[in-house]
């Protein structure tokens, strides 16, 4: 049944993001020559297949990202007046962390700091990744240090780690880089990242309350958070997640990899694990934060609901929605949608100024 004033599938359920009117016309000149602006098709694997079948997928899947990636950024220049350091320290888990290091050239601080987390669903990707270290790269340009965390993936070539143990890494390099402070010229911390990044931006948070280390954040920048965990039976609250069902992402897909990030499911509604699920007092007495989300993205309705659970908790909080693109649109286009890529490293800059 169509329904033109309703939006997404909602109003359409053969919409795509090739046919939404909502979408920028200059994303999608990059994704049309793809196939990435139809619908995401079915998976070949599912959560009923053999782990070893899933994780082979991934596998390729992460490949298949990487190379999507280097597609997608255009021939761009290098940034440039930024200078790379690695760092490789010890983790809570007795576990090597290696962490990659940007900051402006020639400056000693003190200046805001940023720890970066990766996105891929805390399943798949890499810190090192290039697309991860441009991003870095355009963050420190901007006056910041920027840690990236090659934290431990739930599958693909840095995996198989299902929770915790991904999120004990960031917990690891959090207070590492809180106490080189000094070292590094760091005046304040902005934890940051985006989809399954954004849910590692928000579960260390939670957790650095939980073990009282609150003290090594002075705030928080979540990107497009993947933090529900319900994808195989969509909240219906979740609108988004069937608006948007298919548009670069599907629920097919983010239930598989929540699947290998929570194989028993026992953490189902662990805030640690899906800061969803977080309560009034987990959140109370929490920095400063913002929940960025994307208009055509299925994950964008949880960012806002945990949006409001923090405002209601009387948190410092904003949110902004960056409308006409795609899950982590605002990341992925900088060649073909340079206001919108850096409007978000301006806004992440000016966060962490204004802290």
Known sequence: MIAPHLPGRLGDPDRTLATDPRSDPRML????????????????????????????FNTMAEAGFEMMFSMTSGD???VVGVERTIEVIRGIDGNDITLYIHRPEGTSGPMPGVLHLHGGG????????????????????TGMVVC??????????????????GLNDCTSALLWFADQRERLGVSKIVVSGESGGGNLTLATTLQAKRNGQLHAIDGVYAQCPYISGVYEAPLPELTSLFENDGYFLSCEQMGVMAMLYDPTRESATNPLAWPYHASADDLAGLPPHVISVNELDPLRDEGLAYYRKLAAAGVPVAARTVNGTCHAGDCLFEAAMPEV????????KSFADSL
């Open 148 to 165: 990236g965390v090659e934290f431990r993936n739930a599958s693909g070539k840095l995996g198989p780690h299902p929770f915790p143990a």
């Open 341 to 348: 890529f850096h409007a978000t490293i301006r806004d992440i």
């Open 122 to 141: 805390m399943s798949i990707l890499e810190a090192s990744g290039s697309g991860y270290q441009r991003w870095r790269d355009q963050l420190a340009a």
């Open 29 to 56: 000149a990059v994704m049309l020559p793809l196939g990435m602006s139809e619908r995401t098709p079915p998976q070949p694997v599912t959560i009923d297949s053999p782990l070893e079948a899933i994780h082979e």
């Open 76 to 78: 761009l220049g290098p």
